[in-house]
Protein backbone atom coordinates (compact mmCIF):
# COMPACT_ATOMS: atom_id res chain seq x y z
CA UNK A 1 0.00 0.00 0.00
CA UNK A 2 1.47 3.35 -1.05
CA UNK A 3 1.95 6.30 1.41
CA UNK A 4 0.37 8.87 -1.14
CA UNK A 5 -2.86 7.02 -0.97
CA UNK A 6 -3.25 7.13 2.78
CA UNK A 7 -2.26 10.84 2.78
CA UNK A 8 -5.20 11.19 0.17
CA UNK A 9 -7.54 9.60 2.31
CA UNK A 10 -6.84 11.64 5.57
CA UNK A 11 -6.39 14.90 3.14
CA UNK A 12 -10.17 14.16 1.98
CA UNK A 13 -11.49 13.43 5.84
CA UNK A 14 -9.92 16.27 7.11
CA UNK A 15 -11.60 18.78 4.45
CA UNK A 16 -14.81 17.05 4.84
CA UNK A 17 -14.64 17.69 8.58
CA UNK A 18 -14.08 21.14 8.52
CA UNK A 19 -16.78 21.36 5.77
CA UNK A 20 -19.15 19.28 8.25
CA UNK A 21 -18.67 21.79 11.17
CA UNK A 22 -18.95 25.03 9.27
CA UNK A 23 -21.78 23.69 7.45
CA UNK A 24 -23.27 22.51 10.81
CA UNK A 25 -23.07 25.33 12.58
CA UNK A 26 -24.55 28.01 9.78
CA UNK A 27 -27.35 25.60 10.21
CA UNK A 28 -27.24 23.38 6.79
CA UNK A 29 -27.59 20.26 8.34
CA UNK A 30 -28.89 18.63 4.86
CA UNK A 31 -25.75 20.22 3.03
CA UNK A 32 -23.64 18.66 6.21
CA UNK A 33 -24.77 15.02 5.80
CA UNK A 34 -24.66 15.72 1.33
CA UNK A 35 -20.97 16.74 2.19
CA UNK A 36 -20.44 14.09 4.38
CA UNK A 37 -21.77 11.57 1.94
CA UNK A 38 -19.94 12.88 -1.12
CA UNK A 39 -16.75 12.38 0.49
CA UNK A 40 -17.45 8.56 1.61
CA UNK A 41 -18.44 8.16 -1.91
CA UNK A 42 -15.18 9.71 -2.85
CA UNK A 43 -12.97 7.66 -0.56
CA UNK A 44 -15.01 4.78 -1.68
CA UNK A 45 -14.82 4.63 -5.58
CA UNK A 46 -10.38 5.50 -4.28
CA UNK A 47 -10.61 1.83 -2.69
CA UNK A 48 -12.72 0.21 -5.47
CA UNK A 49 -9.78 1.06 -7.49
CA UNK A 50 -7.32 -0.38 -5.10
CA UNK A 51 -8.78 -3.06 -4.64
CA UNK A 52 -9.26 -4.09 -8.58
CA UNK A 53 -5.49 -3.61 -8.95
CA UNK A 54 -4.67 -5.81 -6.22
CA UNK A 55 -7.38 -8.61 -7.45
CA UNK A 56 -5.63 -8.31 -11.00
CA UNK A 57 -2.02 -8.46 -9.21
CA UNK A 58 -3.48 -11.70 -7.52
CA UNK A 59 -4.50 -13.19 -10.82
CA UNK A 60 -1.11 -12.52 -12.16
CA UNK A 61 0.79 -13.92 -9.73
CA UNK A 62 -0.93 -17.23 -9.57
CA UNK A 63 -1.56 -17.51 -13.46
CA UNK A 64 -5.27 -17.47 -13.13
Given at each position: ?9 AAIGIIVAVLNQVLI ?40
Amino acid sequence: MEVDLIFKIAAIGIIVAVLNQVLIRSGREEQAMMTTLAGLIVVLMIMITQISDLFNMIKSVFRL
